[in-house]
């Protein structure tokens, strides 16, 4: 279970102690208002096919290069990782559908994502960088990207996220990039059913 503590900074914030897993403290911004006991209402963002331009804003799209080929700008532009342990790992996700109520940002570093399966693909919601979980990006601020295998994503510092989120197979396996850390110190999500009394769902193109 998680338990909620009210900050005194302001009667927005709360910090989420959540035992079970023992991840730590998050930020979590979350209206005390009447939206938290409304029935949300459903909203519908259409998928776009991801390219390196459509992407920029919220950072880079990485596919495959040839070997002995030198760095340059189109690598992935990394950043953060002298603050702390990197961590490169696989994580297995369930399915959970293309609903979402909510979305996060790592300040502090870069994150890389990627589907490890050879084939399929998934759908990941973003928003430019805000730095500020009280600056929580709008539903018109969202853009939703439908992501082949054999590509990853690196985000910008403090790219607003939802997802990874896909449908018809119970679990799948992600190649992730961050710090050691990053879900127990810099998890800063914004609850949009608690303040606005909305849910959101991706809609495939």
Not at 5 to 18: G, I
Not at 112 to 123: A, D, F, K, R, V
Not at 130 to 141: M, Y
Not at 163 to 177: A, E, Q, R, W
């Amino acid at each position: 279970m998680q338990a909620l503590t009210q900050r005194a900074s302001s009667p927005h914030l709360f910090t989420v102690h959540s035992k079970s897993h023992n991840r730590g403290c998050r930020r979590v911004h979350a209206s005390a208002g009447a939206a938290q006991d409304m029935q949300p209402k459903l909203k519908t963002l259409k998928a776009v096919p991801i390219t390196p331009e459509n992407f920029k804003p919220f950072g880079q799209l990485i596919g495959p290069i040839d070997d002995m080929k030198p760095y340059d700008q189109e690598d992935a532009q990394l950043q953060g990782f002298d603050a702390g342990t990197p961590r490169f790992y696989i994580m297995r996700l369930p399915e959970r559908g293309l609903k979402f109520d909510r979305i996060t940002y790592h300040g502090k570093v870069t994150q890389c994502l990627g589907l490890l399966s050879p084939i399929g693909h998934w759908y990941m919601v973003v928003a430019a960088p805000t730095h500020n979980v009280e600056a929580f990006p709008k539903e018109q601020d969202l853009m939703a990207f439908k992501i082949p295998h054999g590509v990853f994503v690196k985000m910008h510092k403090a790219t607003w996220h939802a997802g990874p989120l896909f449908t018809s197979t119970p679990h799948m396996d992600f190649y992730n990039l961050e710090l050691s850390d990053t879900n127990v110190v810099d998890h800063n999500t914004h609850d949009f059913r608690k303040t606005q009394g909305i849910e959101l769902e991706v809609s495939d193109v």
